[in-house]
T-cell receptor
Framework: GNSVTQMEGPVTLSEEAFLTINCTYTATGYPSLFWYVQYPGEGLQLLLKATKADDKGSNKGFEATYRKETTSFHLEKGSVQVSDSAVYFCALSGADSNYQLIWGAGTKLIIKP | GAVVSQHPSRVICKSGTSVKIECRSLDFQATTMFWYRQFPKKSLMLMATSNEGSKATYEQGVEKDKFLINHASLTLSTLTVTSAHPEDSSFYIC??????????????FGPGTRLLVL
């Protein structure tokens, strides 16, 4: 079945550091890929998405590229801020799972000033 | 656009009482709504999927008589936790989807409801 694996956290970085959170997936067909962010005490927000191979999703300085050859969708940001501290979830959705979201375990990101 | 609200945001209740949580899509019609449960420091667990006008489809291990879901209209779904017990304490999150808004693959999430059963 479909699955998503993302790096375990917490990930602790200093402000202005470069961020990478790894995400790989297993899926049949051609799923869409997502990154969701959950700030402390809040619900989930869609951060970015990509619907086909080689697409790059981007938002708020974050970006991720849909790599079919490596089945990856790594999240990157060039210079993180304290306000980026949150839990980040990688997810996929496809027709073969009736478009239900398949979630990674989440990665907690802590940015220190 | 694509805003989903939940009410209440936080509720404390006594064991044995029932609690109703509302999920509304504010600016689009949600043909499908999902209810999730999130345990501390864990990912989301899908509880059930509801389509407007039909019965909800529950995931394996979720008691449908305990977690009553009603998708009354294209903008409102409710989750009622019946005879709540302390082990039902959790963060409940709904999401909504409409094919005309973001496609079949995109869900928009509410802010969540934190339930504490004493």
């Amino acid at each position: 079945g479909n699955s998503v694996t993302q790096m375990e956290g917490p990930v602790t970085l200093s402000e202005e550091a470069f961020l990478t959170i790894n995400c790989t997936y297993t899926a049949t067909g051609y799923p869409s890929l997502f990154w969701y962010v959950q700030y402390p005490g809040e619900g989930l927000q869609l951060l970015l998405k990509a619907t086909k191979a080689d697409d790059k999703g981007s938002n708020k300085g974050f970006e991720a590229t849909y790599r079919k050859e490596t089945t990856s969708f790594h999240l990157e940001k060039g210079s993180v801020q304290v306000s980026d501290s949150a839990v980040y979830f990688c997810a996929l959705s496809g027709a073969d799972s009736n478009y239900q979201l398949i979630w990674g375990a989440g990665t907690k990101l802590i940015i220190k000033p | 656009g694509a805003v989903v609200s939940q009410h209440p945001s936080r509720v404390i209740c006594k064991s044995g009482t029932s609690v109703k949580i509302e999920c509304r899509s504010l600016d689009f019609q949600a043909t499908t709504m999902f209810w999730y449960r999130q345990f501390p420091k864990k990912s989301l667990m899908l509880m059930a999927t509801s389509n407007e006008g039909s019965k909800a489809t529950y995931e394996q291990g979720v008691e449908k008589d305990k977690f009553l879901i009603n998708h009354a209209s294209l903008t409102l779904s409710t989750l009622t936790v019946t005879s709540a017990h302390p082990e039902d304490s959790s963060f409940y999150i709904c999401s909504a989807r409409d094919a005309s808004v973001g496609g079949l693959e995109t869900q928009y999430f509410g802010p969540g409801t934190r339930l504490l059963v004493l």
